[in-house]
């Protein structure tokens, strides 16, 4: 959340010491919760009411949660990371035969390696 925080908020601006972090891309938003449930949902009940049209849904409780191309997991207050692919998930990008100019075959298998390297995983998981 930034610094400015719209009027009807300020007056539970007192919510926002509970958020450990908030993490956001495009339309993806991972915040993690420490307070009793019911401050959860009040918090989430206030940031619906900011716009009509943003909407956020609410998935509570879980220790293990995917996010982008991630599985998240928390066990002896630790985050664990894998990489999350879909059950449909193939693996090919770009066809080595294909008519594709050759620096897209190289910028999908380069994005695949910093993917690889750039998320923090066990050994196992990275072997894997």
């Known amino acids: 959340m930034n610094s ?6 300020s007056s539970n601006f007192h919510l926002r010491h ?6 956001r891309y495009v339309d993806q938003v991972l915040p993690l919760w420490t307070d009793p449930i019911q401050l959860l949902h009040e918090f989430h009940s206030l940031i619906n009411s900011q716009h009509p049209s943003i909407k956020f849904s609410l998935e509570a409780g879980v220790s293990r949660i995917n996010f982008l191309e991630l599985t998240i997991s928390i066990s002896d207050s630790q985050h664990h990371f894998n990489i ?9 990008l770009i066809h080595n ?16 390696v910093q993917r690889l390297i750039s998320v923090p995983l066990q ?6």
Not at 84 to 92: A, E, G, L, N
């Open 97 to 112: 035969s294909s008519f594709h100019p050759p620096s897209y075959k190289h910028a999908a298998l380069v994005s695949m």
């Open 4 to 9: 400015r925080t719209p009027s009807s908020m």
């Open 84 to 92: 999350f692919r879909k059950p449909s998930t193939t693996d090919v």
């Open 18 to 23: 509970t958020l450990n972090y908030w993490f």
């Open 123 to 128: 050994p196992t998981d990275f072997k894997n």
